[in-house]
């Protein structure tokens, strides 16, 4: 059985004549008669039988057919990422991320795989990260970055499947960010907010959807304490706005309030009792295949490199 072989008959099922697959092949109509009758000797099983509307698939041909398309999309797709692994000139690589995760890693990755692999075509998706998971399943997205729940998570669910891979890449803790004009309470050597005698200081919570707001409400839920809510947003940049009005005090991650308060800012930064699970994990996410596409392999190796950079692990 030769990809020849196999082309021959998919091209014959599909057209139910052997004249028009002839001409679209590019072949002589006696060779591809010949070709049938080989392959039914050899099988032992006729692939075809004749109808008014033309040459129709027997079970055995069925079976043939949808083998010989397998066949013939696993060879194309080889045959692609030979082409695109020697020089990588062109290929595609589709990649999913949080908002969060675009501004923590991303932007820092992409740039330097753009320039390196300029003629591939790189499309970003930014959704939640349930919606990215979707997306990657149904294989729309080649892979994801997404936010990961502490381990001590109760509720926390991975995608079944043994093909199914998460690459943790940064774990980051999460602060209490309050005005200056709030006393929070501290306790031990590292100062760290008591969320259990907070009194009645207000917290800006993010939308019940968000793995942000189901983290810190189970980091309160452990530590015991009952904030009433200010007022309850989505994006992080109100919520820090909110905390720098006074509103509110608010659970972040710590690698993003670093970034983005500015020195003079009247917002205060206190740690949580590295006893409580108050961090995330960013972690990269795809399933493995047989032939993992060489524009993916290229963007894990960089995104390695630029991880070890980080030293955040």
Known sequence: ???????????IAEEHNITKAAEKLHVAQPSLTQCIKRIE????????????TGLVLTDGGKLYYETACRILKIWDQFSEEI????QMNGGKLTIGASWYNTILILTRVLG?????????????VEKNSSGLAQQLEKGELDL???????????????PEGKS???????????????????SIPVCGPEQTADLKHMGDLPLIRFSDQQRIRRISDFVLEQAGAALPTALTTYGFPSVLDFVAQGVGAAIL???????????????????????????????????QSEYMPVTVEAFLELLKEEMRHLKLL
């Open 41 to 52: 000797k050899s099988l032992d099983c006729p692939l075809f039988y004749r109808k008014k």
């Open 83 to 86: 082409s695109n692994r020697n």
């Open 164 to 182: 199914f891979v998460a690459v943790p890449l940064v774990q980051e803790r999460f602060l209490l960010a309050a005005h200056e004009k709030f």
């Open 253 to 287: 991650p710590e690698l993003y309030l670093r970034k983005e308060i500015k020195t003079g800012s009247p917002i205060r930064l206190y740690p949580l009792d590295p006893v409580l699970p108050a961090y995330w994990t960013s972690a990269v996410c795809y399933y």
């Open 112 to 124: 330097k795989y753009s320039e390196r692999y300029p003629n591939v075509d790189v499309r970003l």
């Open 1 to 11: 059985m030769t990809d020849k072989e196999l082309l021959y008959i998919k091209t």
């Open 144 to 158: 994801v970055l997404v936010h990961q729940y502490p381990k001590e998570y109760p509720y926390q669910k991975e």
